[in-house]
Every structure is written in structure tokens, then in C-alpha cells.
């Protein structure tokens, strides 16, 4: 019985498959695990949860591989193996949690973005996690029963497991219990349970198919003024307001913008997301962060009220992500895809300008800051910080030399802002100017083991949340400039641009809430 039914050629893969898989592919995972269970002193956790996690991958197995038979066996197996492989490369170099935020950030990727990323460590991960195990079980004759026989056998390893599972928790489940509860972050790097969960959450929201969209601000309208206004937003990318030396950052990242006397610089200010594509679809949206979900991507935004009352939009996107959707509505708009540095997103611009006297809201949306490949990020003449970290794969370079690239990122920034200003200050006589800077998101360069961007709120980092931001008004503005100056170290938040915005263009709307705009505060 027990070798009919456990000893099988194809329980042994299953068995080895999962400890492979627990032990290989869920470093940082117990890694944290321990950390924790060592200050708790909790040490049935510490000892026993590799084991339990193995036991609980060999009943999941058992389960998912159920109905499959030979090729198919095999073909998850392997499926299996290359997800389990691919994550743990990201979660263990980057920090990052694969959650569907996350996968809808990378479904938005583009193909020069994706080879960025690319590194001799991805591929052995791949080789030794992924390659060789396919091989290897390719090679392996296994020697199947018939299907009923194989259905049998799993029937009966996965309720054995199941009584297994059942009966430790039954003895030891109070350690695990409180355990678990008090460190409830661990489930997101699971491996490779939590990212499939994850691509499980994304693809049902995206078969829920194209949603009809909800119109807002149906009563818009604004009174005419002599003076058209023509406001810039810059919508940054990646950038960590730690980083700005206008916020006491020692580097001087923005020594153009701090010669300025004519912009107000915000301290305290918080994004909407960890991710462009979280970020930018909120920050345009009516709605507060504790607002925002999925199905408000599906409400008209900021650019469709100012279009609904005759004012011009403009939108240049050098992100390679792309407008995230905001701009499907607005005819002017020209992508770049991040091939190029950001200041050509200004080139003939002026053009654009002089074509109609109107109010006009121009979007520069940067690739600014966007890792790993920071040093694609700026031209020669803003390497200033060295040495500098000129590859993607950041475990080659020293802490030194990612934040000096890093900081070459800032000093670029530093100057299309500039040069946006300037832009203003030319069309100061036939315009009542503004421009407002604020990243989508920040970024984490190192700290605590954890890289890049994207993890959930809650548990993210403030490297990741806390963004730049400046306002610069022309001299026509300036009363407005002195009423924000004394609210520069307040908190605000991406809540608060589609509202400041539409008080800025003087729209009156039922959708709009004062208690936002930062200008009504």
C-alpha cells in the first residue's frame, strides 16, 4: 500500500519538487521568517516551518497536478519550476513582492525596459532554478501508472498530507497562529504561492473586459477671464524626495532650482502609489488614495474635465509605460517611450503654444529616475557624482555608486524643470503661468536589502512614498506663491493635484472639493 501509493515515480518528483522549490526558491522569505522568530523566541516556528511548508506545496501539488497525466505532468512541473525561478530573482535581488499591482506594472513594460532588466543573475537563477531541473525531469523515464491509477494516488498523498497539516496545527497551531498574524507581510514572499495568487487576482480583473466609462464634472463650466492661463505639470518619475537637496538632502542634487526665488518646495509629500501604474491613473483621478481602486480607472480624470471646458491639453510622454491611460482622450499628445533624455519632450513646444490663445495644461511625463538602468537616465554632462554605477545589474556596484548615479538622475531633473520655467517666464505677457512638479512614485536604493519601487503601501518603505514636489508661479501669481510658502512643510498628497488643478483653472463643479486644493486651504 504505502509503496503503491507514496514510493511512485511520480510522487517522488512531487516530493522532490517541493522541497526544491521551499529551500531554493524562498530565500528572503525565511530569512525574514527567522529574523522575526528569533525576537519573538518563537522557535517551534524557527525549526519546524520548513518542513510545514514543504508538507503544504506536496498536498497543493497534489491538487493542482490532480488531472494531469504524463506530458501534462510534466508540463506544470515545469511551468512551475520557471515562475518559481523568475520570482525568486526579483524578490531576492530587488525585494520585491509580486502582487498584482505589481504585474499590472509589468504588463505596461516595454520591450526595452524588460531587456534592462536583464542580468547574468536572472539567467542563472533561470539555468539552475528552471533549466536544468526541465532538463533533468525530461530526461528522468518516469514511469507512469494509468490514469485512474495516478488519480488514485494523488486522491490519496493529498488527503495524507492534508491529515498531516490538520494534525500539527492541531498541536502546534497556536505558535503558528499568532505568529502569522502579527506578520502578516511574510505571506507576500511566499514563493511561488503568493505571485501566483497575485497573476490569479490580475487576470480576473482584466477578463472583466473593457468597462464603460463613468463621466464626471458634468456640470463644469468656468467664468472667461481677460488673462488665459497656461500651466505645466510635471509629472516625475521615481524620484524620492530624500534625494533633493531642496528638501536638506547633503548632495547638491537641484542647484538650479534652489538659485530660484520664485518656487515653493513641499517636504511632506506623499504619493498616491509605489508604481507608475498605480500613481498616475490616482493621482489624475478624483479620488483619494483610500478611494482608489480598480474600478476607478474607468472614471473620466483630470484632462477630460479641462477639456469639457475648452482648455487646451498638451501631453508629452517620454515614459516608457506610456499615459497609463489618462490621455486616451486628448488629440495632442506625442510618446517617446523613454528612448530618448527627457528635455526633448520641450522641443517645439513654443509652437505648440503660439497655435492658439488659450488656457492650456501642458504634461511632461518624465522617465526621470526609472531603474535599474539609472545610468541611461541623463546625457554625459550631468555625470557629476562619481563613480557611478553603469549597469543593470546593481548587486555589481557598491552602495557609493547607485546613489551617485541615482543622484545624476536628480541633477537632470534639476534642469528640465529649469527649462520648463524658462519656457513659462518667455510667455509671462500673454499668460498667467504655473508649474507644478510632483514624482509618481519614490525609490528604494539599497536600504534594508530592498531595490527599486513597487511595494504595497502598507508595508513599502518611506524612500518609495515620500515624493518632490514644487510649485513655481510667474510674477503674476506671486500672491499665490506667498500663500503656499507658509504651508511648504504641511502634509499633502497626489489627493490633492486634481482638485488644486481645477481651482487653478477656475472650474466650478460639483466634484470639486476645496479641502483639497492647496491654493483653498
Known amino acids: 500500500m504505502v509503496k503503491k501509493y507514496i514510493f511512485t515515480q511520480s510522487q517522488q518528483i512531487i516530493f522532490a519538487v517541493s522541497f526544491f522549490i521551499v529551500l531554493l526558491f524562498n530565500k528572503t522569505f525565511f530569512l525574514k521568517l527567522f529574523d522575526f522568530a528569533l525576537a519573538d523566541k518563537n ?4 525549526f519546524g516551518s520548513p518542513f ?21 505532468f510534466q508540463w506544470v512541473i515545469a511551468t512551475l519550476l520557471i515562475i518559481s525561478s523568475l520570482s525568486s530573482y526579483f524578490i531576492d535581488s530587488f525585494g520585491t513582492i509580486i502582487d498584482k499591482n505589481m504585474l ?9 525596459e524588460v ?17 536544468i531541473p526541465i532538463f533533468l525531469l525530461q530526461r528522468y523515464r518516469i514511469n507512469f501508472g494509468s490514469y485512474k491509477v495516478e488519480v488514485a494516488q494523488k486522491l490519496v498523498m493529498a488527503m495524507v498530507s492534508f491529515m498531516l497539516i490538520a494534525g500539527t496545527y492541531m498541536v502546534i497551531g497556536k505558535s503558528y497562529s499568532s505568529f502569522f498574524r502579527n506578520h502578516s507581510e511574510l505571506k507576500m514572499y511566499l514563493n511561488p504561492s503568493y505571485p501566483i495568487a497575485s497573476f490569479a487576482k490580475f487576470v480576473a480583473i482584466k477578463v472583466k473586459g473593457k468597462r464603460v466609462l463613468t463621466p464626471i464634472a458634468l456640470d463644469a463650466h468656468k467664468s472667461v477671464n481677460d488673462k488665459k492661463q497656461l500651466v505645466i505639470l510635471i509629472v516625475g518619475e521615481t524620484a524620492r524626495a530624500q534625494n533633493f537637496s531642496l528638501n536638506g538632502y547633503d548632495v547638491p542634487t537641484n542647484p538650479l532650482l534652489q538659485s ?5 518646495n513641499f517636504s511632506n509629500f506623499y504619493s498616491c502609489g509605489t508604481a507608475t501604474a498605480v500613481s498616475v491613473p490616482c493621482m489624475f483621478s478624483k479620488f483619494s488614495r483610500s478611494q482608489f481602486d480598480d474600478d476607478k480607472i474607468y472614471y473620466e480624470n483630470l484632462v477630460d474635465v479641462l477639456q469639457k471646458v475648452n482648455t487646451r491639453v498638451i501631453w508629452r510622454d517620454n515614459n516608457s509605460g506610456g499615459t497609463k491611460g489618462i490621455a486616451d482622450r486628448v488629440k495632442n499628445v506625442k510618446n517617446l517611450g523613454g528612448k530618448t533624455f527627457d528635455e526633448v519632450m520641450l522641443e517645439g513646444m513654443q509652437s505648440s503654444i503660439d497655435e492658439e490663445h488659450k488656457d492650456t495644461f501642458i504634461v511632461l511625463h518624465q522617465e526621470g529616475s526609472h ?3 539609472y545610468y541611461k537616465r541623463y546625457p554625459d554632462a550631468f555625470k557629476k557624482f562619481t563613480p557611478t554605477c553603469d549597469t543593470q545589474d546593481l548587486e555589481k556596484c557598491s552602495q557609493e555608486e547607485i546613489v551617485n548615479t541615482y ?5 537632470y531633473t534639476d534642469f528640465v524643470i529649469n527649462e520648463a520655467i524658462k519656457l513659462l517666464e518667455k510667455n509671462e505677457a500673454q499668460y498667467q503661468t504655473t508649474l507644478f512638479y510632483v514624482s509618481d512614485h519614490g525609490e528604494s536604493l539599497g536600504e534594508n536589502g530592498v531595490y527599486l519601487h513597487g511595494l504595497p503601501y502598507f508595508i513599502a518603505p518611506d524612500a518609495q512614498k515620500h515624493v518632490p514636489a514644487l510649485f513655481y508661479f510667474g510674477k503674476e501669481n506671486q500672491v499665490k506663491m506667498h500663500h503656499l510658502a507658509a504651508k511648504k512643510a504641511e502634509p499633502f498628497s497626489h489627493d490633492n493635484l486634481f482638485h488644486t488643478m481645477i481651482g487653478i483653472f477656475g472650474i466650478q463643479t460639483s466634484d470639486y472639493d476645496a479641502k483639497l486644493d492647496m491654493l483653498k486651504l
Open 371 to 373: 531603474g535599474p538602468t
Open 52 to 72: 510545514i511548508l514543504a508538507l503544504l506545496l506536496i498536498f497543493v501539488l497534489n491538487v493542482l497536478l490532480l488531472l494531469t497525466h504524463r506530458y501534462s
Open 260 to 264: 530660484r526665488h520664485d518656487i515653493v
Open 43 to 46: 522557535y517551534t516556528v524557527l
Open 104 to 112: 499590472n506594472n509589468m504588463a505596461q513594460t516595454d520591450v526595452a
Open 407 to 411: 543622484n545624476n538622475t536628480i541633477l
Open 115 to 131: 531587456f534592462d532588466l536583464v542580468t547574468p543573475k536572472l539567467l542563472m537563477y533561470l539555468l539552475i532554478g528552471g533549466a
